[in-house]
């Protein structure tokens, strides 16, 4: 079996941005299901191209519907975490979550949140944008 090398053939020390995020996405389902709420789907996105994804579809013990941004930065150089999740990612999400809510049979409250990793930890921000 052969090892995967980097650039140069020296072996990729560095994690891929996929597993980075996939491990904070596991941190941040954890994070929320020790808050109350329950995972209904992960990785959700809408078919063809320029469509969404959504994070975490969660569902908290009053029937509100989750859709859960997860971001992890390093450093706050930029703003942090939070404020990476600019108007055109909201749009991306929304759209995916209009999609989604197709499916179901009635629609429940729902609200849009950002869990935000970074060297302190664990930031949940419950509605931190609006679908309008």
Same mark, same amino acid.
């Given at each position: 079996m052969q090892s995967r090398k980097g650039f140069l053939g020296a072996p990729s020390a560095q994690?891929?941005?996929?597993?980075?995020?996939?491990?904070? %996405?596991?941190?941040?389902?954890?994070y929320l299901? %020790?808050?109350?709420?329950?995972?209904?789907?992960?990785?959700?996105?809408?078919?063809?191209?320029?469509?969404g994804e959504i994070d975490l579809v969660m569902r908290c013990s009053d029937g509100t519907l989750v859709f859960v941004e997860v971001r992890k930065r390093l450093?706050?150089?930029?703003?942090?975490a939070a404020a990476s999740v600019g108007w055109v990612k909201q749009k991306r999400i929304v759209r995916a979550a209009q999609h989604y809510l197709l499916a179901l049979p009635r629609l429940p409250p729902?609200?849009?949140?950002?869990? %935000?990793?970074?060297? %302190?930890?664990?930031?949940?921000?419950?509605?931190?944008?609006?679908?309008g």
């Open positions: 994690p891929s941005s996929k597993k980075i995020g996939d491990a904070a %996405e596991d941190e941040a389902l954890q299901q %020790e808050q109350g709420l329950r995972l209904l789907t992960r990785n959700y996105r809408t078919p063809g191209r320029g469509g450093n706050a150089r930029h703003g942090g729902c609200r849009f949140d950002v869990v %935000e990793m970074d060297n %302190e930890g664990v930031h949940w921000l419950p509605g931190a944008f609006d679908a």
